[in-house]
């Protein structure tokens, strides 16, 4: 389902330096499976993330969504190919400050072109299962940040995504709400999605299938 090979990205320093954040990484992860990919701080798990859900170009390899090459796309069928295929949670949740939670959950359906009231609907109960359904009308600044976290948990598979990506996704809750949002991404991959799940503490993940680590840009069996 997923597949990369050989990717690479370099950042600049402020003072101008180049930091090599990946040397190479491959990771292939198929449908119904969990890859996590785990650590230390600044080992580069969020950009490896970030060049998955095609959020960053990298500057070097190849990735593949099925047998559909998409690392060299421009840049809207690369905004095409990412609504179609990828859930993405992020670490930051990046809920846009301007829309409440249930239109930054609802703005996951642009791209497919779902019924609207459908997506709604679906957004709805999603929200309901999370917790958050009384929350919808706030804006995220009105959220506390485990509740934007279950908002962006709810727009990364209102589409049910054939490709989840998960950075930190529990970073922000309490031991029950990270057990929902754990949950949904182990129901998600018994679903057929491939999960990509990266996390500095490793025992989030254990017992879910491949764990790998970052160390000196490169991935590495755990
Ligand atoms: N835009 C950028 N410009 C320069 N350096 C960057 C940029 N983004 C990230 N970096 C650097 O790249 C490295 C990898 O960052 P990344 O966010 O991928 O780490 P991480 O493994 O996700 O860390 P954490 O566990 O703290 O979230 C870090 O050293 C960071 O300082
Ligand atoms: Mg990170």
Redesign the pocket.
């Known amino acids: 389902m997923l597949r990369a090979a050989g990717l690479a990205k370099a950042?600049?320093?402020p003072s101008g330096a180049p930091?090599r954040?990946l040397d190479g990484v491959d990771l292939a992860v198929k449908a119904g499976e969990v890859a996590a990919v785990t650590?230390?701080?600044?080992?580069?798990?969020?950009?490896?993330l970030?060049l998955l859900g095609l959020l960053e170009d990298a500057d070097g390899g190849e990735l593949w969504f099925g047998d559909e090459r998409v690392g060299g796309l421009g840049r809207s069928a690369k905004s095409r190919a990412r609504g179609r295929w990828v859930g993405f949670v992020f670490?930051a949740f990046l809920l846009v400050p301007s829309l409440t939670a249930l239109e930054n959950v609802l703005l996951a359906a642009r791209y497919v072109g779902r019924p609207a009231a459908e997506a709604r609907r679906r957004a709805l109960a999603l929200l309901d299962e999370l917790g958050v359904a009384d929350r919808r009308d706030h804006y995220p600044a009105q959220l506390s940040g485990g509740e934007q976290q279950r908002v962006a948990w709810c727009r990364a598979v209102l589409n049910d995504p054939p490709l989840l990506l998960a950075?930190?996704p529990t970073g922000n809750l309490d031991d029950a709400n990270g057990a929902v949002i754990l949950d949904g991404l182990r129901r998600r991959a018994q679903a057929g999605a491939a999960v990509v799940v990266?996390s500095?503490h490793p025992e989030v993940v254990a017992g879910w299938g491949a764990v790998y680590r970052?160390r000196g840009g490169r991935l590495e069996a755990a």
């Open positions: 950042y600049r320093a930091i954040v650590g230390a701080s600044g080992s580069g798990k969020s950009t490896l970030n670490q950075d930190e990266a500095h970052l």
